[in-house]
């Protein structure tokens, strides 16, 4: 086992027992100080923040020869996401090893903390890349029937190429937002079935997507496919998504070309990236897949990670949330490597920092559904809530809150949270 | 009228008549001495190009409040972008009078041609700028006819939104490359009718799409919409588009969610912006709307540009281009201020430097389709090239070649080409 994820490890830092951010984790982010200052990398260890930038010009990475000077100077992560799985180890391991607990070198030292550690609560968690393109799958085959048998019925379910290739569209990368930014509900075109002719409205079905992501560390050359076998090598590590949606606006735009505004006013993310590294204890197997995919799709392998998945649900009278759905990201169909090779095998080019997201997570039974328009089913079957009121679609003032967390033995390895709440529509 | 725009000004720089770049013109882009050197802004006159990194340096914009320093430093035109329309109003002047015929600070003077104009010749054309996000309409109404026509049949042919909606969708930016670079054969999955099973193969089905695009200048806030009177503030230029598409592919895979591989493997643009400072002239109406679209979409004068159009082929064996294409940006029947009305209504942000295409351009005659999809009818009706031999689709080595321009009294504004040359697929 790679000893950064020996679950003995303890961080000189308190972690609460049921805290996302062990040691053992160690998700990279990009934050800015509340107080001020330039926003800049950071890697979470529970409820502190370790300031890269700060770390890096305190030579904090002298000896690590796959680091090159200023690797976290900028605002982002592009740069580390570029340079590759051995610069993210040597990152890795020097950092475990700083923040373990008995460590000399910043353990004992006050000043190690007072220069480079924040609280979470006093900084502002940001983007944690320039995300260059962003990607969206259908790849939960559970969400693709359902949503085919509200629209098409039993018979016409999935689509045929379905089980051939991971279907995915390209999203829109400029309103991808991090957890916390409030999501102005948007107006757009509808037809109601009984209308003669469109509206121009305050989207009445606002839904949410619980979805994860993955980041790109080193790209392709245009015209060279990355390989099945090589594509996890290409990816950084994992964020829980939220990937918007007006039901309403998606089904009057979407033929043939697919959602266009429906998606693109925005899509939020949990701001701690989680590395493939931290998330290899939990690499599992995904559903079988059948029939067998074609050779340039054949992983060797585990391809799936046992990231638990929860969405909750606040209103305005809430005094809490509520867990409407509950499921796991082991249930999506395609892999990720899955999905870089296909998403490539044309020669398309992906870059550093740019975001894919799996598609709306749905699981085998009701409760693991992961939108609104499948657990109301249509609006057919409301959800009721604690407090009193039901839910077909997402109302103002209402927070969603998608949490994941991978379940060890004595400490979780988790995502944190990806949230936001409805406000109301523009006049 | 603008006097940047007087059909009777004379440049210093020896113009031919035919010419796509006269001082009327004055196109930007980014380019790269071959001889080495790092990549900066420039304005196309002529066979020349003034290099504005090297002009700004030199005191050139001096007096330019609206010009930030540094607005060409960039390898990128993305600064120049995002100040707007005074700014760049203000910089046309200037560069205007500044490469008039007789004068004194730059027609006589022997050092400013030797330090600032290159031949276009001994330069590398660039993207213009670093693309955000790029987003591909479908707002020929021929086009979007034809298309529906071969594969839904006549009675379903246009979809029942497509006249209340400029339909789009998210494209690829990664791909975005400028005229000359070559376009590798993708490989993809395709399910010929007859096959029990889909193929990885070479696609036996690329075709180009003849398109116009626009690059961003100043965003939006997100959450607020632009509306459509305010939209041509945003817009900096014009690009000419070739939106390579592998037909086969995009049949198999592209529902629900819309085409996806099919698509991103390259699109090519023409590497000069033409201002629509410069285009203002050669602005016209487009097509009739009906139905009248609702208010959001309504336009108040001329939203369409009497862009000439061309499409050139030339094989292996050819000596020579062949037109197998003629048409004009005026068909399209949704207006560039339309489709970024609609394309922000749901508060989507657009940033300085977003690319957003037309769609394929078909006319109302066969000799005016924008793609071999059309002009040889889906395969039915190959076309017969001036050498021998036949195309329905793009064969290796086959380069297409776009050409724009407005044709001005004894001047054109041009935009020079649009080029790319297909190599044979990947083992």
Redesign the interface.
Known sequence: MDPTNDPGLKSFVDVSPGSHFPIQNLPYGVFRPREGGPARPGVRIGDLVLDLRALEETGGFEGCARLPRGTFAAPDLNAFLALGRPAWREARETLSRLLRAGEPRSASDGSFRERLLRKAADVEALLPARI??YTDF?SSKEHATNVGIMFRGKDNAL???WV??P?????????V?PSGTPV?R????I?PDDAE????VPTRQLDFELEMGFLIGP?NE????IPVAEARDHVFGLVLVNDWS?RD?QR???????????K???TTISPWVVTLDALEPFRCAGPPQD?EP???LREAGDGAHDVRLEVRLKSREMDAPVAISKSNSRYLYWSIAQQLA??T???????AG?LMASGTISGPDEGSRGSLLELAWRGTRPLSLPGGGTRTFLEDGDTVEISGWCEGNGYRIGFGECRGTV?PA?D
């Open positions: 260059g393109d259908y689509m045929p190429n051939h290739l279907v995915a569209y390209h999203g829109r990368a400029s309103s937002v102005r948007p107006r757009g075109q037809k002719a469109p509206l121009l790209g245009l015209g060279r496919p007006a606006v009057w735009e979407y033929q043939p070309l697919g959602p266009f505004t429906s693109n006013f925005a029939p074609l050779p340039y296909h998403h095998i044309t020669g398309c080019n992906v870059r740019d406000l523009l």
